[in-house]
């Protein structure tokens, strides 16, 4: 019955569509489209995951350190990095490995924040006795989206190309950040709330 539930669990649905997208399909888009070896692009993604794991730190302490535990405004923030930096990616340079390592760097930056503190947040503003079910219901929701990235995506990037394919992922990164939004200055559960000391 909580519709900040409905809305963090419908946004990760279309921010697990372009984190798994990107994990599983850049490689082929850089060899096809942009003309690079099969060293060149898993170099490239490389990137990817080291964004990943600095994105996840830097959006856990922002969250916590500049916006007091709200993860709503870190959510929306770095949602709408992802579909800045999903039209530079889609813009890159044939051959150029360096611009697209740095893409691939803030993509995985961007998209790895909002898939951690989106399960935290739904977790967050429930009550404590349904905190776990409100996670999973999130989580199941995010990996539908996981399975959404595969056998369609693939079909569009056949049938349309790779323009249909970065189209789509920047139209789930807006539809993600418009989902987040209401949850801009939305507060964690008393039950969660940072303790204060004197």
């Known amino acids: 019955k909580n519709s900040f539930i409905w809305l ?4 990760y649905f279309f921010v697990y569509i372009v984190r798994v997208a990107l994990n599983d399909w ?4 850089f060899v096809e489209a942009k003309g690079f070896t099969i060293g060149m692009a898993s170099f490239c993604l490389i990137w990817f995951e080291i964004g990943g794991f600095l994105g996840s730190l830097g959006a856990g302490w922002l969250s916590d350190k500049i916006f007091s535990g709200k993860r ?4 929306v923030l770095f949602t709408l990095g992802v579909a800045i930096v999903i039209g530079l990616l889609w813009m890159v340079p044939s051959g150029n490995v360096l611009l697209a390592s740095t893409c691939m760097f ?3 930056f961007t998209i790895f924040g909002p898939q951690m503190l989106i399960g935290m947040a739904a977790a967050e503003i429930s009550h404590k006795k349904a905190a ?3 996670t999973g219901f999130a989580g199941w929701f995010a ?3 996981a399975a959404s990235a595969g056998y369609p995506l693939s079909k569009i990037a056949q049938d349309i190309g790779w323009n249909g394919f970065f189209g789509t992922l920047a139209l789930c990164s807006g539809n993600a950040v418009l989902l987040l939004i209401p949850l801009w200055s939305k507060k964690v ?5 940072p303790v204060k000391t004197a």
């Open 132 to 134: 776990g079910t409100a």
């Open 106 to 108: 803030l993509t995985g």
């Open 8 to 11: 963090l669990a419908i946004a």
């Open 72 to 75: 709503g405004p870190v959510n």
């Open 143 to 145: 990996y539908f989206g």
């Open 189 to 193: 559960h008393p039950k969660y709330a």
């Open 26 to 29: 850049t490689l082929l888009y």
